[in-house]
Protein backbone atom coordinates (compact mmCIF):
# COMPACT_ATOMS: atom_id res chain seq x y z
CA UNK A 1 0.00 0.00 0.00
CA UNK A 2 2.87 2.42 0.92
CA UNK A 3 4.27 2.36 -3.20
CA UNK A 4 1.62 1.56 -4.58
CA UNK A 5 -1.61 3.27 -3.08
CA UNK A 6 -3.81 4.15 -6.07
CA UNK A 7 -3.66 0.38 -6.91
CA UNK A 8 -4.34 -1.38 -3.53
CA UNK A 9 -6.00 1.08 -2.17
CA UNK A 10 -7.28 -1.29 1.01
CA UNK A 11 -5.66 -3.72 3.50
CA UNK A 12 -7.91 -6.79 1.79
CA UNK A 13 -6.83 -6.48 -1.67
CA UNK A 14 -2.84 -5.36 -0.46
CA UNK A 15 -3.08 -8.56 1.92
CA UNK A 16 -3.82 -10.77 -1.31
CA UNK A 17 -0.96 -9.57 -3.12
CA UNK A 18 1.96 -9.11 0.05
CA UNK A 19 4.62 -10.64 -0.92
CA UNK A 20 4.41 -11.57 -4.02
CA UNK A 21 6.00 -9.46 -6.48
CA UNK A 22 5.16 -11.13 -9.44
CA UNK A 23 1.57 -11.02 -8.70
CA UNK A 24 1.87 -7.06 -7.89
CA UNK A 25 4.07 -6.38 -11.18
CA UNK A 26 1.07 -8.15 -13.27
CA UNK A 27 -1.87 -5.96 -11.12
CA UNK A 28 0.13 -2.56 -10.91
CA UNK A 29 1.40 -2.73 -15.15
CA UNK A 30 -1.95 -4.42 -16.35
CA UNK A 31 -3.26 -2.62 -19.47
CA UNK A 32 -0.57 0.05 -19.34
CA UNK A 33 1.92 0.91 -21.69
CA UNK A 34 1.01 -1.99 -24.43
CA UNK A 35 0.92 -4.36 -21.51
CA UNK A 36 -1.90 -6.74 -21.57
CA UNK A 37 -3.91 -7.84 -18.75
CA UNK A 38 -3.36 -9.26 -15.55
CA UNK A 39 -3.71 -12.21 -16.35
CA UNK A 40 -1.09 -11.71 -19.45
CA UNK A 41 1.60 -12.00 -17.06
CA UNK A 42 3.40 -8.56 -18.95
CA UNK A 43 3.94 -6.70 -15.96
CA UNK A 44 6.41 -9.04 -14.58
CA UNK A 45 7.89 -9.99 -17.85
CA UNK A 46 8.50 -6.36 -18.80
CA UNK A 47 8.80 -5.04 -15.43
CA UNK A 48 11.43 -2.15 -14.54
CA UNK A 49 15.12 -3.09 -15.54
CA UNK A 50 17.91 -1.42 -16.53
CA UNK A 51 19.87 1.65 -16.03
CA UNK A 52 16.32 3.54 -15.89
CA UNK A 53 14.09 1.38 -14.86
CA UNK A 54 12.66 0.23 -18.86
CA UNK A 55 9.17 -0.89 -18.07
CA UNK A 56 6.15 -1.92 -20.01
CA UNK A 57 6.03 -3.40 -23.48
CA UNK A 58 5.60 -0.44 -25.74
CA UNK A 59 8.99 0.31 -24.41
CA UNK A 60 10.56 -2.69 -24.48
CA UNK A 61 9.31 -3.36 -27.98
CA UNK A 62 10.32 0.21 -29.22
CA UNK A 63 14.06 -0.34 -27.62
CA UNK A 64 14.57 -4.03 -28.95
CA UNK A 65 13.16 -2.35 -32.47
CA UNK A 66 15.90 0.25 -31.64
CA UNK A 67 18.70 -2.39 -31.35
CA UNK A 68 17.93 -5.23 -34.71
CA UNK A 69 16.05 -7.39 -31.77
CA UNK A 70 12.40 -8.75 -32.13
CA UNK A 71 10.36 -8.38 -28.90
CA UNK A 72 8.73 -11.52 -29.95
CA UNK A 73 12.44 -13.72 -29.51
CA UNK A 74 14.52 -11.26 -27.49
CA UNK A 75 14.39 -12.06 -23.72
CA UNK A 76 13.53 -9.04 -21.76
CA UNK A 77 15.98 -10.19 -19.14
CA UNK A 78 18.34 -8.64 -21.94
CA UNK A 79 18.16 -5.37 -20.91
CA UNK A 80 19.30 -6.27 -16.96
CA UNK A 81 22.20 -8.27 -18.18
CA UNK A 82 23.43 -6.97 -21.39
CA UNK A 83 21.87 -3.82 -22.21
CA UNK A 84 21.08 -1.61 -18.62
CA UNK A 85 22.90 1.59 -19.93
CA UNK A 86 22.39 1.50 -23.58
CA UNK A 87 18.27 1.34 -22.52
CA UNK A 88 18.79 4.29 -20.28
CA UNK A 89 20.30 5.88 -22.96
CA UNK A 90 17.69 5.11 -25.64
CA UNK A 91 15.44 6.17 -23.32
CA UNK A 92 16.79 9.35 -22.70
CA UNK A 93 17.30 9.88 -26.10
CA UNK A 94 13.89 8.66 -27.59
CA UNK A 95 12.46 11.83 -25.09
CA UNK A 96 14.90 14.40 -25.48
CA UNK A 97 15.43 14.65 -21.83
CA UNK A 98 18.79 16.18 -22.39
CA UNK A 99 17.10 18.88 -23.42
CA UNK A 100 15.17 19.89 -20.07
CA UNK A 101 18.52 18.63 -18.57
CA UNK A 102 20.07 21.67 -19.91
CA UNK A 103 18.13 24.15 -18.01
CA UNK A 104 20.75 23.38 -15.02
CA UNK A 105 20.71 21.10 -11.83
CA UNK A 106 17.81 22.41 -9.79
CA UNK A 107 14.25 21.11 -8.64
CA UNK A 108 12.26 22.19 -11.25
CA UNK A 109 14.25 20.29 -13.63
CA UNK A 110 14.48 16.88 -11.42
CA UNK A 111 11.31 17.61 -10.72
CA UNK A 112 10.47 17.36 -15.29
CA UNK A 113 12.76 14.59 -16.10
CA UNK A 114 11.43 12.47 -12.97
CA UNK A 115 7.72 12.64 -14.09
CA UNK A 116 8.64 11.70 -17.92
CA UNK A 117 10.93 8.30 -16.55
CA UNK A 118 8.57 7.43 -13.89
CA UNK A 119 4.85 9.23 -15.27
CA UNK A 120 4.90 10.75 -11.17
CA UNK A 121 7.16 12.33 -8.89
CA UNK A 122 7.67 9.33 -6.23
CA UNK A 123 10.68 9.14 -4.32
CA UNK A 124 11.15 13.08 -5.97
CA UNK A 125 12.81 14.60 -2.59
CA UNK A 126 15.30 11.69 -2.71
CA UNK A 127 16.40 12.19 -6.36
CA UNK A 128 16.96 15.79 -5.83
CA UNK A 129 19.20 15.57 -2.66
CA UNK A 130 21.11 12.85 -4.45
CA UNK A 131 21.68 14.54 -8.09
CA UNK A 132 23.15 18.12 -6.54
CA UNK A 133 25.28 15.61 -4.79
CA UNK A 134 26.46 13.81 -7.50
CA UNK A 135 26.40 16.51 -9.59
CA UNK A 136 28.77 18.28 -7.50
CA UNK A 137 31.13 15.44 -8.48
CA UNK A 138 30.81 15.82 -11.88
CA UNK A 139 31.43 19.36 -12.10
CA UNK A 140 34.42 19.78 -9.51
Known sequence: ????????????????YA????KIANHVYASRNGNGDEASGDGWRYRGR????????????????SIGLDIATANADLVATNYSMLSAAWYWNSRNL?????????????????????????????????TGKYSKLLTT
Open 50 to 65: GGLQLTGKTNYTAFFK
Open 98 to 130: SATADAGVDENTITKITKVINGGTNGLPDRITK
Open 19 to 22: RQPE
Open 1 to 16: MATFKKYFPTPDLANQ
